[in-house]
T-cell receptor, first 114, second 116 residues
Framework: DQQVKQNSPSLSVQEGRISILNCDYT??????FLWYKKYPAEGPTFLIS?????DKNEDGRFTVFLNKSAKHLSLHIVPSQPGDSAVYFC?????????????FGTGTRLTIIP | DSGVTQTPKHLITATGQRVTLRCSPR?????VYWYQQSLDQGLQFLIQ???????AKGNILERFSAQQFPDLHSELNLSSLELGDSALYFC???????????????FGPGTRLTVL
């Protein structure tokens, strides 16, 4: 049962344009969401997070939007740069579970075209 | 550099064997997590330790076990290895528990296990 889904395995975007990565979840108990970026041969690197009490969080070029009613979140990168080419994972956790485990999506490979 | 270290980087072994993966968390972090990433899959949570005690268990096979030592480093033991155990194994660490304040998990570079 895939509780966190990233339905686009890959995405290509021109340099300078906006990249939008999407993530859907099914468990309404999730109340904290994160995006991680992963380069080959490296571990995932934390990018940005959002609590369910917010609908938007911004950090520089990265903005995460949360739509709780639709159980959907998205990561916007603007402007996109070649160094943004990586695999992006969406993850979720819940303070109700009594632990801090993360449930990950399967990832979206973002390629920025110069 | 996340501050989380994992050894070894690569491990090649045969079916039926036993291996131990090691993780040192970031300085001051009390929680250690283990995740498995198989080919083209997301990261699957295996187990979490907090300050030496098991805190949460995911879909960890009975052939796998873990522990966290007093110096807070952790080891993941995989035994009776099968071909399907070939994967990337990541360790992550964090400082606080949920509810005390949101915290981020920082990941190590992973150990790539190949079972032949």
């Amino acid at each position: 049962d895939q509780q966190v889904k990233q339905n686009s395995p890959s995405l290509s975007v021109q340099e300078g344009r906006i990249s939008i990565l999407n993530c859907d979840y099914t468990n309404s108990m999730f109340d904290y969401f994160l995006w991680y970026k992963k380069y080959p041969a490296e571990g995932p690197t934390f990018l940005i997070s959002i609590s369910s009490i917010k609908d938007k969080n911004e950090d520089g070029r990265f903005t995460v939007f949360l739509n709780k009613s639709a159980k959907h979140l998205s990561l916007h990168i603007v402007p996109s740069q070649p160094g943004d080419s990586a695999v992006y994972f969406c993850a979720a956790s819940s303070t109700y579970f009594g632990n801090e485990k993360l449930t990950f999506g399967t990832g979206t490979r973002l390629t920025i075209i110069p | 550099d996340s501050g989380v270290t994992q050894t070894p980087k690569h491990l090649i072994t045969a079916t039926g064997q036993r291996v131990t993966l090691r993780c040192s968390p970031r300085s001051g972090d009390l929680s250690v997590y283990w995740y498995q990433q198989s080919l083209d899959q997301g990261l699957q949570f295996l187990i979490q330790y907090y300050n030496g005690e098991e805190r949460a268990k995911g879909n960890i096979l009975e052939r796998f076990s873990a522990q966290q030592f007093p110096d807070l480093h952790s080891e993941l033991n995989l035994s009776s290895l099968e071909l399907g155990d070939s994967a990337l194994y990541f360790c992550a660490s964090s400082g606080r528990l949920a509810g005390v304040g949101t915290d981020t998990q920082y990941f190590g570079p992973g150990t790539r296990l190949t079972v032949l």
